[in-house]
């Protein structure tokens, strides 16, 4: 998995390319991490490049979430594809997570 971070005050763009899975948790929790720590408190996860999230990748989403919402922040997830919204619908993960067609209005979201 690829992850590239882009940063915009308080808010973090990130974008996840390939697989999640419990291979990239600590390395995705890692650099979150440092993102919170430079008072980042909302983060939109662009899903575009991923096909596949694994039950730790998506523990690891619920973990930033949770993560986000004790500095008051909130995460988006935007331009799901096909494959990770039906992992999401089939672990009703679908309802904690607000979702968007793409990144723009995804961030537009939480200005």
Same mark, same amino acid.
């Given at each position: 998995?690829?992850?590239? =971070? %882009?940063? =915009? ?17 600590? !390395? =995705? ?10 008072? #980042? !408190? +909302?983060? #939109?996860?662009?899903? /575009? %490049? /991923? +096909?596949?999230?694994? /039950? ?18 909130? #995460? ?20 904690? =997570? ?6 723009? /209005?995804? #961030?537009?979201?939480?200005?």
């Amino acid at each position: 998995m690829k992850l590239e =971070f %882009e940063q =915009f005050d308080q808010l973090a763009v990130i974008q996840i390319s390939g697989d999640f899975t419990a291979d990239d948790t600590d !390395r =995705f929790q890692r650099q979150a991490l440092e993102q919170i720590d430079l008072n #980042v !408190r +909302d983060f #939109v996860l662009d899903l /575009s %490049e /991923s +096909d596949y999230l694994d /039950s730790a990748g998506l523990e690891a989403l619920l973990w930033l979430q949770d993560e986000s919402a004790q500095k008051l922040g909130q #995460v988006r997830l935007a331009s799901l594809t096909e494959q990770v919204a039906t992992i999401l619908r089939i672990t009703r993960l679908d309802k904690r =997570f607000d979702t968007h067609d793409d990144v723009d /209005s995804a #961030v537009k979201s939480l200005r």
